[in-house]
């Protein structure tokens, strides 16, 4: 029989799983699906402006006045609200669902990495193990299971709009404007971008639209309420508002927050880099949008197997040789990007970058929230909340310049924070190592477990 615990997890994640195989297949698509004005990388934009927003003080106060179950049910019927707004899409419709799902973002997120938290140190106490390795485990099932929503939501899209009849030849003088090669700024104009049938559009966010309620009604069923009792708590004794409001702010207090900016931004760069930059200015640029969704397949299932595994040997190797390794893989892909003229006769080629990306990408993903429930585990719900309002913040910017700055300076940029995060992150690793935090005390969840 598994525990409890385990078996919350994985509730969790194929949550997850099913939300994000929508959201996922969307946010894919948008640079090349709804290129006319930039309207689609606008909405990315507008999302994440609006998680950092919520980030700022959403979090706490709907963690701890609903629990984490029905906070995660809640942020995920704003993500559902989002592929509603693509049935029609225009600026307004997806701008205000985007700005519903970026409410519901930052509050989904933290609930998430704080229910994983709380069960790996519970179960930690229950086997005489470290909490920290027993986190890393879990968020590394976590990410397995849940990276794999980039394989599911992306065969839907390329199945369904490999349907379409009327995909284009690519001629070869537009070849010439793939990649660093030319400013990439003009793509969204050319034959390889031409918007699939109405219809087929229909089917797949009808689609998508499916699976998000099926993973709304999955957590409300499934998930065991794990900090019932501590919300019932609050809501009975509250605290003053602005003490809560200000939980996120309060902790930037601590150097050890401010030294990990770099590596939680980061973490936004290099995902908005994919999803925008590659996918259009060397998949859709190249190739045609019909093959966005498989490079993304093999980028999702190379991040859900090596999610899954560097979950496990973290423990062995510690998190500074995956993130060196994750670091190394990330500045290869980045060189060798600004140096590689795509070309349709090297096929292979682009499924071995987002291959390499998945795989840089398990470890910030897995090690980074596995970190912050280490660093900071009596402020679970301020310190995740930081998480994701950082890497909003790295999303933004990235999805902010896409429109007017030229693939080569995009890719410089991306370079100079990687080589930041290099400097900064061993500060915080090397402190921890001489003074380990301690593990938050056991007996405030463990009568959810007897």
Not at 136 to 147: C, R
Not at 422 to 430: G, K, L, M, R
Request: with cysteine; charged share 10%.
């Amino acid at each position: 029989m598994i525990s409890r615990n385990f078996k919350n997890v994985l509730v969790v994640s194929i949550g997850f799983l099913s939300l994000f195989t929508a959201y996922g297949g969307l946010q894919s698509l948008q640079s090349s699906l709804n290129a006319e004005q930039g309207m689609g990388v606008a909405s990315l934009s507008v999302i994440y402006a609006s998680i950092i927003i919520s980030s700022m003080f959403l979090p706490p106060i709907m963690i701890k006045n609903l629990g984490c179950k029905w906070t995660i049910v809640v942020g995920m019927a704003c993500y559902v609200s989002y592929s509603f707004g693509n049935l029609y899409p225009g600026w307004y419709t997806l701008i205000p669902t985007s700005v519903i799902l970026g409410l519901g973002g930052s509050p989904l997120w933290s609930a998430k990495c704080t229910y994983l938290t709380i069960s790996g140190n519970v179960q930690a106490a229950k086997e005489g193990k470290k909490g920290a390795d027993v986190i890393n485990q879990y968020f590394g099932i976590f990410f397995f299971i849940f990276q794999s929503s980039a394989v599911w939501g992306n065969l839907m899209s390329s199945l369904i709009f490999g349907q379409d009849n009327k995909i284009a030849n690519i001629p070869e003088e537009q070849l010439q404007s793939c990649g660093a090669a030319d400013c990439g700024l003009n793509i969204s104009g050319n034959s390889t971008t031409i918007r699939p049938a109405q219809e087929l559009v229909w089917t797949l966010v009808g689609c998508y639209i499916g699976v998000g309620v099926l993973a709304m009604i999955i957590i409300a069923v499934f998930l065991d309420n794990i900090d019932r009792d501590q919300a019932n708590q609050f809501r009975e004794n509250r605290e003053p508002f602005c003490q809560t409001f200000l939980a996120t702010f309060r902790l930037l207090k601590d150097w050890r927050l401010l030294t990990l900016i770099p590596l939680t931004m980061y973490s936004g760069f290099e995902q908005s880099f994919l999803s925008g930059e590659y996918t259009k200015n060397y998949v859709t640029c190249a190739l045609g949008i019909h093959y966005v969704g498989f490079v993304m397949m093999c980028f999702g299932a190379s991040n859900s197997v090596c999610s899954f595994l560097f979950g496990r040997l973290a423990q062995y190797t510690g998190r500074a040789t995956l993130f060196c390794l994750a670091a190394v893989a990330n500045l290869s892909c980045v060189i060798a990007l600004l140096l590689w003229r795509p070309h349709p006769d090297e096929l292979p080629v682009f499924f071995v970058f987002p291959a390499l990306w998945g795989m840089a990408d398990a470890i910030w993903q897995t090690q980074t929230n596995a970190l912050y429930g280490v660093l900071f585990p009596r402020d679970k719900e301020a310190a995740f909340a930081n998480y994701r309002m950082w890497e909003s913040l790295g999303f933004v910017i990235a999805f902010a310049y896409s429109t007017f700055l030229c693939l080569e300076y995009k890719l410089y940029i991306l370079l100079a924070v990687l080589v930041l995060t290099i400097i900064t992150y061993p500060i915080v690793e090397y402190y921890e190592h001489k003074h380990p935090t301690k593990p938050i005390e056991q007996a405030t969840y463990q009568t959810m477990f007897q």
